[in-house]
């Protein structure tokens, strides 16, 4: 069977161009068709998938620019495989919920409001199934065109201040991980007349130590901005105020793992000594903001804000099981990142409602008093809610088990006090919960029940949640091979670092190349 | 060269001429004669649209004779001018830039003022003199390209005769750039003394046979002077000051047609004489060029950020985007020189986009091209409103835009160059001037419209804020209906950006024909 990734890539934007000059009624339906095929397409893959290869399925590898040595290569592995189901699934749930609140953003405008929509997933997309350096970059960057304009033209109070602000923060990291791009391109190709981006070919040259180590900063600021890590997510709290619904749902879910993602596809794999060589670094970042995270998280009082102080603490922990540098810790972060982004969302639709029935008020004390009248609503942010705190027996909690688990055999203290972080989750979540749900009735509250169509965006990803936390190898499986093969590299390095003993948990995987540079 | 020749034949014989060779040349320069000519018929019809038509054929049949010679690699008038793919790819940059000027210009006031003939037959002998000046392979033809380029724009800036602004532009671009001729003038003369020949060829045999001359005082205050006069050209900082002040005075049409095809042609030279003649002591030159690509791109993208006009924006962005080109020139290496005359290329083809809606806001408008005169225009005129958008992203160097594959180009040739810090300061650059191209995005699609009343779809007399009394012509009352081939060139161009963003093959394999015509390795 042959599966086109370039099809389900550009089937979205195709469809956005073909709304662009549709009457503006039919936009909506068309972009929804177009995600509506690409998650088609997504599910394929999923069950098509061959759990066993670690390597690349369904390649495409044409030239695209032979003069740049840049190749337009997609490809889908364990790495990816679960993120393009995630952007599949969340763009065509935001899809929808845009198509069925009429009286949303998306009213205005809304030939442009999906045209952006779709080519935010197109992009999305390219970024996640690119094995081309160089194509990895410019979808990455474009990422941030349509929300630049979502954000802009169809966001709330200082959207244009946000979107600027959002816009200029992570493009600063995107151009510094142009630079470093290209020189990892250049440097690795001295001597080898081919200049070529594509992964493959990179990581069978490596790059010398003291070039890895500033290549690997300007990438690694570039994902940290992206995810937002603790002290560089300055334009997070405005960009989440202002941005319309929909568009946060897929931009909290989705972009945030894409810079995760790169870490494991770009910077291990391609940069083994300086991933060993930053790893502290890296984890205490990661330390950082898991418990800043979770004490903003645990001291604001706006929804949407505590939902991105968690996302925050989240990408705290994921960030945390990449850079465990081991098989456990990279597989628990790749399913927590799937977790969060099937989380999230559902978490920012409900908040949304909530607002809605506090007569607009995003601040959890207006709300509350819900659950009596609700019950239906409540059960689901319930869910959610213990989702998000990842109690034994959810899907997430498997996740950060695992990621905590790799941390452990590496950093025994930094695992002690990212635990903490699992119990200050519960605090914040549970609190968001109580506040909005129960407590007293908010003097502006009325209390709705959820509509039908409410209802068709929300119940199909709760009941996805719960099918996931009865299944959690559904994903492990798939990420597993892979996993291991783009971890061996730099668990060898570790395991042989001087005064190290624990050699046993170095991945006995046979795919683990000769070994690079000695120092 | 001449004089040797001649002396070996025993007799006084002119040099040998190549007509075909020199053909793109002279059609542009017959294109100038008969529409000088033309402008002198009494008939309104001939003189406002015969004329520029006539200039637009003659310049479409340079093109052509261009594309048709593409390949060769000779010698004309005695080793005076060079024939090659450099000189080929921008003769027909040179082109496509007065072509997009002449339309912007159709219905401009400055045209009339001037007179049509005049206003055309300069343009035309600028871009002959530019033509001229990139092919140069002689001191002395290169400094009679650059004032064959430079005195009729001198005139062009100030043809709107009743307003200030555009006399001032013209008198400071007139006293900035015979200071910057005469500097360069200075330091040829101190080259030659130097090496002892005006020749290119000759000054890299005498460079590259004698090792002592790359640190001789006498050449290095040549190259100093040389650079330093070139720079005024290019607009590269701190030699950059008249820019904006010439820029914004300038007719729009004539602001357009200088940011692109000026600049174009001052980077031609550089090329061909840093890169050819003066190779041999490119460790005199590369590490002070690199020191100013970087205070250019600095100083460029730091001006740009206050500035309402946007001729002003497009100003300082013409320098930031003059310092990543020199980028590639700093490196000395084929593939740099690949990378700058592929961004300049694609330089061109933004910018233009660019000025065509500043052109055409501008005759909508009554406010001039203050950056609020595209407020709202996202929503009431896409046509204009999506080239401006893309020509912005692609000058922030956006992907899926030339800008991207352009700078990526640089940046690539800095590296390999072993210019990585140069390629740094590229992408800082680009940061900083996010801020400012993101600014027009956001008045574009992001602000409404506070005059949305004021220039309603039909206005009846439109208060053109550049266009006295004069424009009060009946053709210039259907003001949006008037400027057809100014949104077609705000579209066209537009559109080219985006294409050579997804299918930059066909660039790519032109410039390719450039670098290999250098003989660098």
Redesign the interface.
């Known amino acids: 069977m042959t599966l086109h990734l370039s099809i389900m890539l550009w089937l979205p934007l195709a469809l956005g161009v073909l709304g662009l000059l549709a009457p503006p009624r039919l936009a909506g339906r068309l972009a929804l068709v177009g995600s509506g095929l690409a998650l088609a397409y997504a599910i394929t893959y999923v069950v098509d998938f061959d759990s066993a290869a670690p390597g690349l399925q369904y390649v495409t590898d044409e030239t695209w620019?032979?003069?740049?040595g840049i190749s337009y290569k997609l490809g889908i592995d364990g790495l990816n495989l679960l993120l393009v189901a995630l952007t599949g699934i969340l763009w065509f749930a935001s899809t929808l919920w845009a198509n069925l609140q009429d009286r949303t953003h998306a009213a205005d405008?809304p030939r442009?409001f999906y045209f952006h929509m779709a080519l935010a997933e197109t992009a999305v997309l390219g970024a996640l199934l690119a094995q081309d350096l160089?194509l990895f970059?410019?979808?990455f960057?474009?990422m941030?065109?349509p929300f630049?304009?979502l954000t802009?033209?169809w966001g709330r109070a200082r959207?244009?201040q946000a979107?600027?602000k959002l816009?200029?923060y992570t493009?600063?990291g995107s151009?510094?991980m142009?630079?470093a791009a290209?020189?990892t391109?250049?440097?690795a190709a001295q001597g080898d007349p081919a200049l070529s981006f594509a992964f493959s070919d990179l990581a069978q040259r490596p790059l010398a130590e003291s070039s890895q180590q500033w290549i690997f900063l300007f990438f690694a600021a570039a994902f940290l901005v992206k995810m937002p890590a603790f002290p560089l997510h300055g334009w997070m709290p405005d960009a989440y105020r202002s941005m319309p619904l929909p568009v946060l749902a897929v931009f909290s879910g989705v972009l945030s793992k894409v810079a995760a993602y790169g870490f494991l596809r770009v910077t291990l794999p391609l940069f083994p000594a300086a991933s060993e060589q930053f790893q502290m670094l890296l984890l205490l970042i990661a330390l950082a903001s898991i418990l800043y995270g979770s004490a903003m998280a645990f001291t604001t009082t706006e929804a949407r804000l505590i939902l991105g102080y968690s996302s925050v603490a989240q990408l705290g922990f994921i960030t945390l099981g990449i850079f465990a540098l081991n098989a456990q810790g990279a597989q628990g972060a790749i399913l927590q990142a799937f977790n969060h982004g099937l989380v999230v969302a559902p978490a920012f639709f409900i908040v949304a409602l909530l607002a809605a029935r506090a007569g607009g008020s995003q601040d959890i004390r207006d709300m509350g008093g819900v659950g009596m009248r609700a019950p239906v609503l409540a059960s689901l942010f319930l869910i959610v809610a213990f989702a998000t705190l990842a109690i034994p027996g959810s899907s997430n909690f498997v996740g950060e088990f695992y990621i905590l688990l790799g941390v452990f055999t590496e950093k025994i203290v930094i695992a002690l006090v990212a635990a903490a972080g699992v119990i200050m989750a519960a605090f914040y979540t549970l609190r968001l919960f109580i506040t909005s749900v129960h407590n007293r009735t908010g003097a502006r509250v009325e209390s709705r029940e959820l509509t039908l169509r409410e209802g068709l965006v929300l119940v199909p990803l709760v009941l996805l949640i719960v099918a996931i936390a009865l299944y959690p190898q559904f994903g492990l499986k798939r990420s597993e091979a892979t996993v291991t093969a783009v971890t061996a590299p730099v668990a060898t390095r570790l395991a042989e670092r001087p005064g190290r003993g624990l050699t046993q948990y170095a991945p006995l995987a046979e795919t683990a190349r000769p070994k690079a540079q000695t120092r | 060269m001449i004089a040797a020749a001649a002396a070996a034949a025993g007799k006084a014989a002119g040099p040998e001429i190549d007509w075909a060779g020199l053909s793109p040349l002279i059609a542009v320069l017959g294109g100038a004669l008969v529409v000088l000519l033309l402008g002198l018929v009494v008939s309104r019809t001939v003189r406002e649209n015969v004329v520029p038509l006539l200039s637009i054929a003659s310049l479409a049949i340079a093109i052509g004779l261009s594309v048709g010679q593409w390949g060769r690699r000779e010698d004309l008038i005695a080793g005076a001018l060079r024939l090659d793919e450099l000189t080929l790819v921008l003769t027909v940059i040179f082109c496509v830039a007065g072509i997009a000027t002449v339309l912007l210009s159709w219905r401009h006031v400055a045209p009339r003022e001037a007179a049509h003939g005049e206003y055309h037959a300069l343009l035309l002998t600028s871009i002959a003199g530019m033509i001229v000046l990139v092919a140069a392979q002689n001191l002395v033809t290169v400094f009679l390209g650059l004032e064959l380029l430079s005195i009729p724009l001198y005139v062009l800036c100030a043809t709107e005769m009743r307003r200030a602004s555009s006399l001032e532009s013209g008198l400071k671009y007139l006293v900035v750039g015979s200071l910057g001729s005469a500097i360069l003038l200075y330091g040829l003369a101190f080259i030659y003394g130097a090496t002892g020949s005006t020749d290119f060829a000759g000054i890299a045999t005498a460079l590259g046979g004698d090792g002592d001359l790359v640190t001789d005082p006498l050449l290095l205050t040549g190259l100093a002077l040389a650079i330093v006069g070139l720079a005024f050209k290019a607009s590269v900082a701190p030699f950059h000051q008249w820019t904006p002040d010439v820029y914004e005075g300038a007719p729009t049409p004539v602001t357009a047609f200088m940011a692109v095809a000026t600049k174009a042609a001052a980077f031609g030279i550089t090329l061909r004489l840093l890169d050819v003649a003066l190779i041999e002591a490119a460790i005199d030159w590369a590490p002070p060029l690199a020191a100013l690509a970087a205070v250019t791109i600095v100083v460029g993208n730091v001006g740009a950020l206050g500035q309402s006009s946007l001729k002003r924006l497009l100003a300082y962005s013409s320098v930031a985007q003059a310092g990543y080109m020199l980028a590639g020139v700093v490196v000395a290496s084929r593939l740099g020189l690949q990378a700058t005359v592929f961004y300049l290329a694609v330089y061109v083809v933004m910018n233009l986009a660019a000025f065509a809606v500043i052109v055409a806001r501008e005759r909508e408008t009554p406010l001039g091209d203050d950056i609020a005169s595209l407020n709202g225009i996202g929503a009431t005129r896409p046509l204009l409103a999506w080239p401006m958008t893309i020509a912005m992203l692609a000058l922030a160097g956006f992907p899926a835009t030339a800008g991207f594959i352009g700078k990526f180009y640089l940046i690539e040739s800095s590296v390999n160059g072993g210019y990585t810090w140069l390629a740094v300061f590229i992408v800082v650059g680009s940061m900083i001037s996010l801020a400012y191209y993101l600014k027009v995005i956001a008045a574009i699609w992001m602000t409404p419209s506070e005059t949305e009343e004021g220039v309603a779809p039909v206005p009846a007399p439109l208060p053109g804020g550049d266009q006295p009394v004069l424009a009060g012509g009946s053709d210039e009352a259907t003001g949006l209906r008037a400027q057809g081939e100014v949104i077609a060139v705000a579209v066209v161009f537009g559109a080219l950006t985006l294409i050579l963003g997804v299918v930059p093959s066909p660039l790519f394999d032109v410039v390719r024909g450039a670098g290999a015509a250098l003989g660098l390795l």
Do not use: N, S
């Open positions: 620019i032979g003069e740049l405008r442009l160089a970059v410019v979808f960057d474009l941030l065109v630049f304009f802009g033209m959207r244009v979107t600027m816009v200029i493009l600063v151009l510094l142009l630079t290209i020189a391109g250049v440097l």
